[in-house]
Structures are given as structure tokens and as C-alpha cells.
């Protein structure tokens, strides 16, 4: 274990905000991790762990240290006539590994293409993009218990996954580190193209046959169109959790707003956060060197010189916007650091 003091996180975090960690390592095994932990009980010091630093909001210097998690490896560990159960190291860029699966043509997460992150974080946030969320195609992971040092294995039920959350974000954050995650994917695809534009983008690119494949290069190209590149523009993709009020609210805000989109589900109506931010007027607008990006209302952007403190506090001018506006509380997808 090679334990680094005063580091650089700005090529560590997609928003490329020049915060400095006081220590800094990497984990590439279990046994590293356990290391890396131990000596920061004790040295008596904070623990930030760190996968793609895709949904993070870096506000200051970390005083402590930040642990790098770079668990990898893709392994078949069982199969029968539909399914495949596939274990996958947290280090691994979620990126890679789905295009590591529609290559082998395993089927499942091929509408998650081009999300930004590590394996690691998919359970923790339910991942999910056009009518899919990870806990479709999860199975089980594996957490290393922050105290007592044991590999701890979460099943479904045990994770209690929500809307771009699980019981990692709630109850046990920061108890955990996730260090690997088995996914059950499938032989013979079912295909979820009638969400957003994929539709219309196979039709476009004339796919003569549906396939994971056509379906993960429609989810790419839709994403490109909408969400800017960190590697151009510093953002953490989607900011706000579109929220879901009851129906009599909705109803209510029709009256006032007949255009508001709005999409049933278990507890209510799910309402697009990108549309209400932009009704709210501040779809492109640039506060100094942060602002709300000019194509999609929910990204956040830094210009290049901005910093987390003012990223957080143009969100919190939004949230009041929007609560004023349509009495609408958003909540942030992205964590606080």
C-alpha cells in the first residue's frame, strides 16, 4: 500500500474542480482496501472512497483519505438455459463493462450504455436510463464491512433499492465499501425501446435487425445529443432526482401549467426535472465560471475555472426557483463532499 500526501483530485472527479486530498491511495485487491482502512483508523482520520468521481460534488479539500477503488476482473461464474450470472470487480468503468457484455452478446444492460462511473457505484445509485435501472439485472454484490473488516454479501431485498438509491445512500452509508457486483443477464434479449428516442433513432440509422447492439448505439447517440462530455466540459451528467408528487398535486399544477409532462407510477406522477428547472428560466444560464448547461437543463456545468461551493450554491438557487414556481422540492442526485 503506497500511502501519497497533498494529491490532486481534479482529474479524478468529471467536474475537474482542483480539490486536494491529504492522503491519497490506491486499492486495486480486498487485501489493499483492508490496508488502506486500517491505517486511517489509525491515523485517526476521515475515509472518502472514490470509484469514477462521475456523481460526486467535490466542495473543498479533503482532510483525510481518499482510497481509490480499482477492484477489477469479469468472471462467468454460473449459467443455465436463460440466464448468466456474471461477477464484476467495483473498479471496472461501468462504460467498458457494458460493452464487454453486448460483445459477448449477453443481454440486459445494454440501455445503460455510456453512463459514466464504475461497477461499484451502479448498485449504490440503481443506475438507470431509458426504462431500465440495475435492480432488473442485479443479483447480488459483495461489501467490505468498514469496521469489522469482513466481506458482507447484499442480495436485492437486502440493498433495498429506490429511485437512484439504495440502503448504501441510506442507513448504511458510509459502512460499506462495495468491492465487487454479480449480475444476472440474459441469453435471449427483451427488448425496452419505447422509452425517450430510440425508437426513433434505430429508424434513422436504418437497423435492419433489433439487437442489444442496435439498442446500445441508439442509447450512445441519444446520450451524446443530450448530455455533454466531462472530458469537454466539466459536469456529473444528471443533477436533480426527477421528483414523483401525488396525483392530486399534479393534477393541481396542470390547471396552471396544461403543458407539464408527467409519467404515473407506484407512488405518484413522476415529473421531468429538466423540464422544470427550464420552465423555471435558467436552462443555459452562467453564474461566473458555473452555470446550467444550454442543451439539457438538468446538467450542471463547470466552465473550467469554477469550484464545488459555487456549483452547490447555483443548485440551491434552482431548488428555491423551482419550489417557488411550482412548489416542487428537487433533490440532488449527485453527493456532497
Known amino acids: 500500500m503506497n500511502i501519497q500526501e497533498n494529491i490532486s483530485l481534479k482529474s479524478l472527479n468529471t467536474?475537474?474542480?482542483?480539490?486536494?486530498?491529504?492522503?491519497?491511495?490506491?486499492?486495486?485487491?480486498?487485501?489493499?482496501?483492508?490496508?488502506?482502512?486500517?491505517?486511517?483508523?489509525?491515523?485517526?482520520?476521515?475515509?472518502?472512497?472514490?470509484?469514477?468521481?462521475?456523481?460526486?460534488?467535490?466542495?473543498?479539500?479533503?482532510?483525510?483519505?481518499?482510497?481509490?477503488?480499482?477492484?477489477?476482473?469479469?468472471?462467468?461464474?454460473?449459467?443455465?438455459?436463460?440466464?448468466?450470472?456474471?461477477?464484476?470487480?467495483?473498479?471496472?468503468?461501468?462504460?467498458?463493462?457494458?460493452?464487454?457484455?453486448?460483445?459477448?452478446?449477453?443481454?440486459?444492460?445494454?440501455?445503460?450504455?455510456?453512463?459514466?462511473?464504475?461497477?461499484g457505484a451502479s448498485p449504490m445509485q440503481n443506475i438507470g436510463a431509458y426504462g431500465v435501472e440495475i435492480k432488473e439485472v442485479f443479483d447480488s454484490l459483495d461489501a467490505l464491512n468498514r469496521s469489522t473488516l469482513e466481506l458482507e454479501t447484499f442480495d436485492a431485498e437486502a440493498c433495498q433499492f429506490g429511485y437512484r438509491e439504495s440502503v448504501f445512500k441510506r442507513r448504511l452509508k458510509d459502512q460499506y465499501v462495495i468491492c465487487s457486483v454479480t449480475f444476472r443477464l440474459d441469453k435471449s434479449p427483451a427488448f425496452h425501446v419505447d422509452y425517450g428516442a430510440i425508437q426513433d433513432i434505430l429508424k434513422q440509422n436504418e437497423a435492419q435487425q433489433l439487437s442489444i447492439k442496435s439498442v446500445s448505439d441508439a442509447v450512445i447517440e441519444i446520450r451524446k445529443s443530450k448530455?455533454?462530455?466531462?472530458?469537454?466540459?466539466?459536469?456529473?451528467?444528471?443533477?436533480?432526482?426527477?421528483?414523483?408528487?401525488?396525483?392530486?398535486?399534479?393534477?393541481?399544477?396542470?390547471?396552471?401549467?396544461?403543458?407539464?409532462?408527467g409519467y404515473l407510477n407506484e407512488t405518484g406522477v413522476k415529473v421531468p426535472a429538466g423540464w422544470l428547472i427550464e420552465q423555471a428560466g435558467w436552462k443555459g444560464r452562467r453564474?461566473?465560471?458555473?452555470?446550467?448547461?444550454?442543451?439539457?437543463?438538468?446538467?450542471?456545468?463547470?466552465?473550467?475555472?469554477?469550484?464545488g461551493a459555487s456549483v452547490k450554491a447555483l443548485s440551491e438557487q434552482i431548488q428555491q426557483s423551482v419550489r417557488q414556481k411550482f412548489g416542487i422540492d428537487l433533490q440532488p442526485e449527485v453527493n456532497f463532499i
Open 15 to 119: 467536474f475537474g474542480f482542483d480539490q486536494n486530498a491529504r492522503f491519497f491511495t490506491v486499492a486495486d485487491s480486498v487485501d489493499t482496501l483492508k490496508s488502506a482502512l486500517t491505517w486511517a483508523k489509525e491515523s485517526n482520520v476521515d475515509v472518502l472512497i472514490l470509484g469514477g468521481g462521475s456523481n460526486m460534488l467535490l466542495t473543498k479539500d479533503f482532510d483525510g483519505l481518499v482510497v481509490k477503488v480499482e477492484l477489477k476482473g469479469i468472471q462467468l461464474i454460473h449459467e443455465d438455459e436463460n440466464h448468466l450470472w456474471v461477477k464484476v470487480g467495483a473498479g471496472e468503468v461501468w462504460h467498458d463493462w457494458v460493452m464487454y457484455a453486448i460483445g459477448k452478446s449477453w443481454a440486459g444492460i445494454e440501455n445503460l450504455s455510456l453512463i459514466p462511473g464504475t461497477v
Open 227 to 261: 448530455l455533454p462530455d466531462p472530458n469537454e466540459i466539466g459536469n456529473a451528467g444528471s443533477f436533480f432526482k426527477n421528483p414523483t408528487i401525488d396525483k392530486k398535486q399534479f393534477e393541481g399544477l396542470q390547471a396552471d401549467f396544461p403543458g407539464i409532462p
Open 287 to 307: 453564474i461566473g465560471e458555473v452555470g446550467v448547461h444550454t442543451h439539457q437543463a438538468l446538467v450542471l456545468v463547470n466552465y473550467g475555472m469554477g469550484n
